[in-house]
């Protein structure tokens, strides 16, 4: 255990020297990314940071914000709640950021946004799909992509209707994005009147799912539910068709990266596998340039990086319009309309989109996604 | 029943792992009465050199399995080894004389220059390597089946040769009785021409490449890692250590089995949700009602 508290000290020492380092910066806008740019989930990270970068990028290139141009800060949370409050800490203090694309793991973004809220800094999550992120009635946050409650609704009903299963087994990683993700595909399944024959959580970090995975043929499940990231649903899957199971593996967007793909060793074991995922963001028009953009630059803007675009887009619209002011701005888009490189977006009162768009997507044996129906 | 099976030969596998790293907690213990929390993260080092072996490897053109498998434990052990060897040189030999409390926390500093060195150097992401052998034995029980993968059986069977050679090694050859003699009185074995310092830096070498045994099986079986996975794998190994007595050599193997088959039965027919609790639980049972763990023995004041 002591193990983990001197990890922690020695991160703090390493961004107390940070700080000293990265005050400088005035005349510029500045816009935290927080993410986890390392750790286990650094994927994630690195499609927060493309997206932003990018965005700040051709916004400076187009002028910047009222003649100010963007200086964008990487902010490392590593996915861990205590380190996201302590790089928000810094972000607030020592960076002086005005506004935060981030974080990715809602278990991070809950407690960091309450730092953003004292300090008066507006956060737009491209990524963050726990309810509890908006539901706390926080005037500062908002979202771009939807809520897991709206997911776990897709996800039942295509598991109820298209797939007419009724033995489903549902997992999660017992982390605040997993479960309740797995909780609200749970609500909705038991709604249709379909009770899972198997709900429970696995540990993070652990490579070793044979047990459960010997569980859940034990209960002759024909679906498996996964509510988690890729670095565990990779193995998961892998050693659930090792064992010789053929159920449908079904998860959320905690997957969309082509690191599932390596993680479960190869396309074969991810073929078939279903997900839920916001409608396509490279198919919209207007981000038909922007995707050109990524792509001429050699990085193809999979997963969440056209939504850390989007929440780019969002701040700077909203800080435009109010003179830099990241509260006036806030209260400024529950009623104003942004248009984005993802179509109009609109927000509700909470924070949240108007409108949400789930739907389903399918692995193939290439180790690629597509959408499907 | 095929479900029961089942749960014991995923707790058989998992459990040689657990028991092949908790040699080398056993034995650093056994020799300088410490232990080694840097063994955790020489089991991940060992991870990293598998898929960089392999990728050398297959970089060559050379696609056959057994020529894979043994051409990466022989690397892999021979570097991890000498991974072993530098960290007693550079945590535990400058600080033999010093407070237990000393050298622990410079293993514990270890540990973390070991994890953040490989996350600089290699990356943070997840590493996965493709599959490389294929196939399992199914076993049509009633409706049931029990499947055991050709990977899982040569887990076994890796691990189950490697503790029997090491067994020979402590118990018949030369170099084990020297280990033994250092292991009982330090200070009698060198009077009596024993090179201790030598036994101590070959016991951590041993140790390290009994985690590379390990390494190797589980990255090619699993096929996914990060700078990070020696952490849960390390505790779960250091507890099978302690279950069977630290110390003991038979008892960390027998500690491990017991971990992994407990914690399989218990994942697969009570809760996952607890597994790790349930773990910890049956160490701390242990503890209270045979501290030496079931193959230690007490200690004896030496008067």
Same mark, same amino acid.
């Given at each position: 255990?002591?193990?983990?508290?001197?990890?922690?000290?020695?991160?703090?020492?390493?961004?107390?020297?940070?700080?000293?380092?990265?005050?400088?910066?005035?005349?510029?806008?500045?816009?935290?990314?927080?993410?986890?740019?390392?750790?286990?989930?650094?994927?994630?990270?690195?499609?927060?940071?493309?997206?932003?970068?990018?965005?700040?990028?051709?916004?400076?290139?187009?002028?910047?914000?009222?003649?100010?141009?963007?200086?964008?800060?990487?902010?490392?949370?590593?996915?861990?709640?205590?380190?996201?409050?302590?790089?928000?800490?810094?972000?607030?203090?020592?960076?002086?950021?005005?506004?935060?694309?981030?974080?990715?793991?809602?278990?991070?973004?809950?407690?960091?946004?309450?730092?953003?809220?004292?300090?008066?800094?507006?956060?737009?999550?491209?990524?963050?799909?726990?309810?509890?992120?908006?539901?706390?009635?926080?005037?500062?946050?908002?979202?771009?992509?939807?809520?897991?409650?709206?997911?776990?609704?897709?996800?039942?009903?295509?598991?109820?209707?298209?797939?007419?299963?009724?033995?489903?087994?549902?997992?999660?990683?017992?982390?605040?994005?997993?479960?309740?993700?797995?909780?609200?595909?749970?609500?909705?399944?038991?709604?249709?009147?379909?009770?899972?024959?198997?709900?429970?959580?696995?540990?993070?970090?652990?490579?070793?799912?044979n047990a459960?995975?010997t569980?859940?043929?034990?209960?002759?499940?024909?679906?498996?539910?996964?509510?988690?990231?890729?670095?565990?649903?990779?193995?998961?899957?892998?050693?659930?068709?090792?064992?010789?199971?053929?159920?449908?593996?079904?998860?959320?967007?905690?997957?969309?990266?082509?690191?599932?793909?390596?993680?479960?060793?190869?396309?074969?074991?991810?073929?078939?596998?279903?997900?839920?995922?916001?409608?396509?963001?490279?198919?919209?028009?207007?981000?038909?340039?922007?995707?050109?953009?990524?792509?001429?630059?050699?990085?193809?803007?999979?997963?969440?990086?056209?939504?850390?675009?989007?929440?780019?887009?969002?701040?700077?619209?909203?800080?435009?319009?109010?003179?830099?002011?990241?509260?006036?701005?806030?209260?400024?888009?529950?009623?104003?309309?942004?248009?984005?490189?993802?179509?109009?977006?609109?927000?509700?009162?909470?924070?949240?989109?108007?409108?949400?768009?789930?739907?389903?997507?399918?692995?193939?044996?290439?180790?690629?996604?597509?959408?499907?129906? | 029943m095929d479900i029961v099976l089942q749960q014991l030969v995923n707790g058989l596998t998992l459990g040689?792992?657990?028991?092949?790293?908790?040699?080398?907690?056993?034995?650093?213990?056994?020799?300088?009465?410490?232990?080694?929390?840097?063994?955790?993260?020489?089991?991940?080092?060992?991870?990293?050199?598998?898929?960089?072996?392999?990728?050398?490897?297959?970089?060559?053109?050379?696609?056959?399995?057994?020529?894979?498998?043994?051409?990466?434990?022989?690397?892999?052990?021979?570097?991890?080894?000498?991974?072993?060897?530098?960290?007693?040189?550079?945590?535990?030999?400058?600080?033999?004389?010093?407070?237990?409390?000393?050298?622990?926390?410079?293993?514990?500093?270890?540990?973390?220059?070991?994890?953040?060195?490989?996350?600089?150097?290699?990356?943070?992401?997840?590493?996965?390597?493709?599959?490389?052998?294929?196939?399992?034995?199914?076993?049509?029980?009633?409706?049931?089946?029990v499947?055991l993968?050709?990977?899982?059986?040569?887990?076994?069977?890796?691990?189950?040769?490697?503790?029997?050679?090491?067994?020979?090694?402590?118990?018949?050859?030369?170099?084990?009785?020297?280990?033994?003699?250092?292991?009982?009185?330090?200070?009698?074995?060198?009077?009596?021409?024993?090179?201790?310092?030598?036994? @101590? =830096?070959?016991?951590?070498?041993?140790?390290? !490449?009994?985690?590379?045994?390990?390494?190797? /099986? $589980?990255?090619?079986?699993? *096929?996914?890692?990060?700078?990070?996975?020696?952490?849960?794998?390390?505790?779960?190994?250091?507890?099978?250590?302690?279950?069977?007595?630290?110390?003991?050599?038979?008892?960390?193997?027998?500690?491990?089995l017991?971990?992994g088959i407990s914690e399989s039965l218990?994942?697969g027919l @009570? =809760?996952?949700?607890?597994?790790?609790?349930? !773990?910890?639980?049956?160490?701390?049972?242990? /503890? $209270?009602?045979?501290?030496? *763990?079931?193959?230690?023995?007490?200690?004896?004041?030496?008067?």
């Amino acid at each position: 255990m002591s193990h983990t508290i001197i990890k922690k000290s020695l991160l703090s020492m390493a961004i107390t020297g940070a700080i000293a380092v990265s005050s400088f910066a005035q005349a510029e806008l500045v816009i935290g990314v927080a993410g986890p740019h390392t750790g286990a989930y650094a994927a994630f990270g690195e499609q927060l940071w493309r997206g932003a970068a990018k965005a700040a990028e051709d916004i400076n290139a187009a002028g910047g914000v009222n003649g100010e141009m963007i200086k964008v800060v990487k902010a490392d949370d590593a996915c861990e709640p205590k380190q996201a409050v302590s790089i928000a800490n810094r972000l607030v203090d020592s960076d002086g950021a005005v506004a935060v694309v981030g974080h990715f793991c809602s278990s991070s973004t809950i407690p960091a946004s309450e730092i953003y809220a004292d300090a008066g800094v507006l956060m737009v999550t491209p990524a963050s799909t726990n309810p509890t992120v908006t539901d706390r009635g926080l005037e500062n946050v908002f979202r771009v992509c939807g809520r897991d409650d709206q997911q776990g609704d897709v996800a039942a009903s295509y598991i109820v209707g298209e797939l007419g299963a009724q033995r489903v087994a549902i997992l999660h990683d017992k982390d605040t994005y997993g479960k309740g993700l797995a909780d609200a595909t749970k609500r909705t399944l038991n709604s249709y009147g379909v009770e899972e024959v198997l709900y429970e959580g696995l540990t993070r970090g652990e490579k070793d799912f044979n047990a459960v995975i010997t569980k859940i043929r034990s209960v002759d499940a024909d679906v498996v539910y996964f509510g988690g990231l890729h670095s565990e649903a990779g193995p998961l899957v892998r050693q659930l068709r090792e064992q010789g199971s053929t159920a449908i593996f079904i998860s959320g967007d905690g997957i969309v990266s082509d690191e599932f793909v390596s993680v479960a060793g190869s396309p074969e074991y991810v073929d078939g596998v279903l997900m839920t995922f916001g409608a396509d963001p490279t198919a919209y028009a207007a981000g038909k340039t922007v995707v050109e953009g990524f792509r001429t630059s050699g990085y193809e803007p999979e997963g969440y990086t056209l939504y850390s675009y989007t929440a780019m887009q969002v701040i700077v619209e909203a800080l435009k319009n109010n003179d830099l002011d990241p509260i006036k701005g806030a209260e400024w888009l529950k009623s104003n309309s942004v248009s984005t490189a993802m179509g109009v977006k609109d927000f509700d009162s909470k924070g949240d989109l108007e409108v949400s768009d789930y739907v389903m997507y399918k692995w193939d044996n290439k180790g690629k996604y597509a959408q499907i129906d | 029943m095929d479900i029961v099976l089942q749960q014991l030969v995923n707790g058989l596998t998992l459990g040689s792992v657990y028991g092949l790293i908790a040699i080398g907690y056993t034995m650093v213990y056994g020799i300088i009465g410490m232990i080694n929390f840097a063994h955790g993260d020489v089991y991940m080092v060992s991870a990293y050199i598998t898929a960089i072996v392999v990728a050398l490897l297959s970089y060559f053109g050379i696609e056959s399995f057994p020529i894979i498998i043994v051409g990466t434990l022989f690397v892999t052990i021979a570097i991890t080894g000498a991974y072993g060897w530098a960290i007693e040189q550079i945590a535990y030999r400058p600080l033999r004389n010093s407070s237990r409390l000393a050298a622990l926390i410079s293993a514990i500093g270890m540990s973390l220059i070991l994890q953040n060195y490989v996350q600089i150097s290699q990356g943070a992401r997840q590493q996965g390597i493709p599959n490389l052998l294929s196939g399992a034995i199914r076993i049509d029980i009633g409706d049931g089946f029990v499947q055991l993968t050709y990977m899982k059986l040569l887990i076994l069977l890796v691990a189950f040769v490697s503790m029997g050679v090491l067994t020979y090694i402590i118990q018949k050859t030369k170099l084990g009785r020297m280990c033994r003699a250092t292991q009982q009185d330090p200070k009698m074995a060198s009077i009596l021409g024993i090179n201790t310092d030598r036994i @101590i =830096s070959i016991v951590f070498v041993i140790g390290a !490449s009994m985690a590379a045994v390990a390494g190797v /099986l $589980i990255t090619i079986d699993y *096929g996914a890692f990060d700078f990070y996975v020696g952490f849960i794998i390390g505790i779960k190994a250091f507890t099978a250590a302690v279950l069977g007595g630290i110390g003991s050599l038979p008892g960390a193997m027998l500690g491990g089995l017991i971990l992994g088959i407990s914690e399989s039965l218990f994942a697969g027919l @009570i =809760s996952s949700d607890y597994k790790d609790v349930f !773990s910890f639980s049956l160490l701390v049972i242990i /503890l $209270i009602f045979r501290p030496s *763990g079931l193959l230690g023995k007490p200690e004896v004041e030496k008067v």
